[in-house]
């Protein structure tokens, strides 16, 4: 079965850091871009952060919102996606999915969500 | 590229047909896919390159629309279809999200 779970997700002080881990399985993780989407309580989806496979360079790309502050990185040795989120602030309270892309015939979408995992920016 | 979804709710019955919309605020071709969010769910795509339908999703489900404006339309509303959908685009980074809009049973 393909599947995507997230641990790491805490109760952080405004100013503080935290980890978030995705392991995958089921399948070739090393064959697709990775994403992190983030939902605020009562509010909609919004896109964090990007890997793109080690064909395209494992380059990253990063929302606004979180720019220089958060870090993307994967280990296709261990099919593994994290986040690194320093600097945090009360208004990155959300819960977090690590969330597969897929390009089936040139057209992109996110096909494969994890369970998310709820970080709270609190003091 | 912001996505505009209208309405950002509505109410209707089982049985009927409703339609959403989707504005970007530039062309984005055909890259837009649709995804459908249960409370305390993750989200689920339903379709994709904007009138693609995914794999298992049934065929009320439909797309349409390509360049700035795109429709979903449900046709025959099911008791499970009451939920909140969004819109996202695809076209590039930063990949953005209409705000969503909540179907409720009337």
């Known amino acids: 079965e393909e599947q995507v779970v997230v641990s790491g997700g805490d109760l952080v002080q405004p100013g503080g850091s935290l980890r978030l881990s995705c392991a995958a399985s089921g399948f070739n993780y090393g064959d697709h871009y990775m994403e992190w989407v983030r939902q605020g309580p009562g509010k909609g989806l919004e896109w964090v952060a990007a890997t793109r496979d080690k064909a395209n360079g494992a380059t990253t790309e990063y929302a606004a919102s979180v720019q220089g502050r958060f870090t993307i990185s994967r280990d296709d040795s261990k099919n593994s996606l994290y986040l690194q989120m320093n600097s945090l602030k009360t208004e990155d309270t959300a819960v977090y999915y690590c969330?597969?892309?897929?390009?089936?015939?040139?057209?992109?979408?996110?096909?494969?969500w994890g369970r998310g995992t709820l970080v709270t920016v609190s003091s | 590229i912001q996505l505009t979804q209208s309405p950002s709710s509505l109410s209707a019955f089982v049985g009927d047909r409703v339609t959403i919309t989707c504005r970007a605020s530039?062309?984005?071709?055909?890259?837009l896919a649709w995804y459908q969010q249960k409370p305390g769910k993750a989200p689920k795509v339903l379709m994709y390159a904007a009138s693609t339908l995914q794999s298992g999703v049934p065929s009320r489900f439909s797309g349409s629309g390509s360049g700035t404006d795109f429709t979903l339309t449900i046709n025959g509303l099911q008791p499970e279809d009451f939920a909140t959908y969004y819109c996202q685009n695809l076209k590039n980074y930063p990949i953005t999200f209409g705000q969503g809009t909540r179907l409720e049973i009337k």
């Open positions: 969330v597969r892309d897929i390009n089936n015939k040139g057209s992109w979408y996110f096909d494969l």
């Open positions: 530039q062309d984005i071709s055909s890259y």
